[in-house]
């Protein structure tokens, strides 16, 4: 099977990741469930979406290829 699951450290470099950019599944939060999502606060969708960016930048600057779950799904 030519893309079958295989991990061979725990510790060696991040090559690739399974990404899914934050949507408007989080303005579906409620203040009864912050708690136990592990949110102090309603987020925020724009600055989270534009904190994920950044962070998927930085990634792909140092080379990790990033695969988007939306993306793999549509395929």
Do not use: C, W
Request: aromatic share 8%.
């Amino acid at each position: 099977m030519k893309n079958s699951l295989n991990i061979t450290s725990e510790i060696g470099k991040l090559q690739t990741v399974l990404v899914k950019r934050p949507g408007s599944e989080l303005e579906n939060i409620t203040p009864e469930y912050l708690e136990s999502l592990l949110f102090d606060d309603i987020p925020y969708l724009k600055m989270m979406q534009k904190e994920h960016d950044f962070f998927v930048k930085t990634m792909q600057d140092s080379n990790i290829e990033v695969l988007y779950l939306e993306k793999l799904a549509a395929e």
